[in-house]
């Protein structure tokens, strides 16, 4: 079976050996909340886990320093869900001391996951039918849209936490799994 989310091989929800030895600005383990919303096809649940997993083997999620107040280091605990319309991403040190909780408005990211959605049903349609070349222009667009989704998770976390491309991509994939269940 072949997965439009995906970024690697391998399936856990595990740590890895390399998390354990890993910089203190990172995620080192998630939660997705998906309470409340409908159970996922087989195929959601795979591309869960998949994310999860090249989530946590590399990350990087800085919480930038406020002068109100110090910033507990990582790594850290993220929460991730949707509530009231909102992506929220709760965030707490290893040691369950809350680090920061952050509420995003949806808006900014239903139209680049609907386009997601659909450019990856042509592209498993494609896969069945179509010829190499066309499939992979099919993927070329593919990995557009989920770049643009990237970008503006980035852009939406400014000043709250910093996250490489790579991570964002990854979150990005979470957050479409949320919005596919709700």
Known sequence: MQHCFRHSTGVSLGQSRQQKDAPMSRISH????????PPPTPEIEQE?????????EDNTFVLPTKS??????GPYHLGLSIRDKRLVFDVATETSEKAAEFHLS????????????QICESYFDAVKKLP?????????????IHNE???VLQERLEGKAEIDVDTAR?????????????
Do not use: N, W
């Not at 869960?48 to 946590?56: E, I, P």
């Not at 990854?170 to 479409?176: K, M, N, V």
């Open 30 to 37: 998630i939660d997705l909340d998906d309470a409340g919303l």
């Open 48 to 56: 869960r886990k998949v994310a999860v997993f090249d989530l946590l």
């Open 68 to 73: 109100d107040r110090p910033v507990p280091q």
């Open 106 to 117: 949806l808006g900014p990211f239903r139209q680049v996951v609907k386009d997601y959605f």
């Open 132 to 144: 190499p070349s066309q499939i992979e222009t099919i993927d070329m667009a593919r990995r557009g």
């Open 149 to 151: 989704g990237s970008r």
């Open 170 to 182: 990854r979150l990005f994939t979470l957050i479409c799994v949320l919005h596919f269940g709700g």
